[in-house]
Nanobody, 125 residues
């Protein structure tokens, strides 16, 4: 399995970006997907996660109302749509297969979750 997040870059505060998560050797449909991020000097945090049936989503309070997630089953892609970006959103973003998704949180499941390479998002003022 190869999992890759892409679409990061430099954007001004208030701008938008769409991150893409692609997988080879794995079908992203009907499986929980999570977007996590890690900012310099900070702990890794779950940003937005969706369960396999798309019936449950978890949003970090810091991105609620600004970020959303979508799947393109035909392209085997998952997207993170980021609007109204803030400097605090600067981080390396990772897509994760099969995190544990609850309404109150989203968690890496060691041995079950699979992490791809991240993509850097830098938000300038």
């Amino acid at each position: 399995v190869q999992l890759q997040a892409s679409g990061g870059g430099l954007v001004q505060a208030g701008g938008s970006l769409r991150l893409s998560c692609s997988a080879s050797g794995f079908i992203l449909d009907a499986i929980a997907i999570g977007w996590f991020r890690q900012a310099p000097g900070k702990e890794r945090e779950a940003v937005l996660c969706i369960n396999g049936g798309d019936s449950l989503q978890y949003y970090s309070q810091s991105v609620l109302g600004r970020f959303s997630i979508s799947r393109d089953r035909a392209k085997n892609m998952v997207y993170l749509h980021m609007d109204s970006l803030k400097r605090d959103d600067t981080a390396v973003y990772y897509c994760v297969i099969d995190p544990v998704v609850r309404g109150y949180g989203c968690y890496d499941a060691p041995g079950d979750s699979y992490w791809g390479q991240g993509t850097l998002v830098t938000v300038s003022s």
